[in-house]
């Protein structure tokens, strides 16, 4: 797993979810358009490799040369790929929607892509990376430090983005261990165990980490605590449904020990099935719809606060989208 420091010239945000359906790539899509709207240079990528579809989100056709081809044919400049996509500020850079059997993609091609994308002149870069755990998309979230991970209130969502945050820490820990075979051993016995009473969790395994190699130890609790995912709500039907945050917050930090900053809520909205249909852009279609209202929200954060650590941030989203959902109800009845 290979991460950057956010700096001021180019901030990468990986977007991930841990299951399908839950409205990853149209607010990757409609971040994307919020931030160029902004006046920010923003690079959106299809990284959902053997699933493509960001171009949809962005109101494009899948007739673009993408990440696929550069992959396969060899002979096409990375930096050619990116398109214009008709909004100032906003580029587009297609995944495999034109070359099948991607999704498995070589550890090789992986660094190259890695590389190539580390290298994009943006001013945000942005992510679509595909649902599930696979190992490329727990490598691709892991190249920044804050990546965004997208959930509804179903519980289906939530176990799987909880399973998300608990195979991408995992997944840290067995590459800061990768060199130490003894320690590797371990950890892919403690993977394979069948499902106990007690949930395998970040603490044991850094437990039997100390008793083989204390220092080790040390590096891999340091390198987790380095990652503060921000959470993302959606398809929100009231502000209530975040009476669960502090029951949630204890356990990513017990089963986990990760922090997270939740970072966002976007309301169900009819505007967002409405867009797809028509293969619309939400935010430039629907611009005072609720959830354009909510990305929009969302944007202003990353463009203001993102580099920086809530230390409240269940309370901070509670509060706000209260206000958003007040305001909401006051527009409607006029």
């Known amino acids: ?21 839950v409205g990853k790539s149209v607010l990757a899509a409609n971040l994307s358009i919020a931030l ?5 240079p923003t690079v959106a990528v299809d990284m959902d490799l053997g699933g493509s579809n960001l171009y949809t989100c962005l109101g494009m056709q899948n007739k673009y040369p993408g990440i696929g081809d550069y992959l396969k044919a060899g ?10 996509t008709g909004i100032p500020n906003l580029k587009f850079l297609p995944g495999d929607g034109r070359t099948p059997f991607m999704a498995n993609i070589t550890y090789e091609q992986r660094l190259l892509l890695i590389k190539k994308i580390k290298a994009i002149s943006a001013r945000y870069v942005v992510l679509d990376l595909g649902a599930g755990t696979q190992f490329s998309t727990l490598n691709f979230f892991g190249l920044a430090y804050r990546g965004m991970v997208v959930t509804t209130f179903e519980t289906p969502s939530v176990m799987n983005f909880v399973m998300f945050l608990r195979s991408f820490m995992f997944r840290v820990i067995s590459n800061v261990a990768r060199h130490n075979q003894k320690v590797l051993d371990m950890l892919i016995e403690a ?6 009473a007690e949930p395998l969790t970040v603490k044991y395994l850094l437990g039997k980490i100390a008793e083989i190699d204390p220092k080790l130890a040390k590096h891999a609790q340091l390198t987790c605590s380095y990652y503060r995912p921000r959470v993302i709500f959606n398809m929100g ?11 949630l917050d204890h356990t990513l930090k017990q089963g986990l020990s990760a922090e997270v900053d939740f970072f966002g809520f976007v309301f169900y909205d009819e505007a ?3 867009a797809a249909k028509r293969k619309e852009t939400l935010l430039n ?15 202003k954060r990353v463009s203001k606060a993102w580099d920086r650590t809530s230390e409240n941030s269940s309370k901070h989203l509670m509060e706000t989208t209260r206000k958003q959902y007040e305001m909401w109800k006051i527009g409607k009845r006029k």
Not at 36 to 40: N, T, Y
């Open 75 to 84: 002979n096409v400049g990375f930096d050619d790929l990116l398109v214009q």
């Open 272 to 274: 967002v099935r409405s």
């Open 285 to 299: 279609h629907y611009p005072a719809s609720l959830a354009s209202q909510g990305i929009g929200h969302i944007a």
């Open 191 to 196: 993977f394979q165990q069948p499902m106990k």
């Open 237 to 247: 039907d009231h502000p209530d449904e975040l009476n669960m945050l502090e029951k």
């Open 1 to 21: 797993m290979i991460s950057e420091k956010l700096n001021n010239k180019r901030t990468i945000i990986p977007i991930a979810s841990g299951k399908g359906g």
């Open 36 to 40: 160029a709207k902004m006046g920010h």
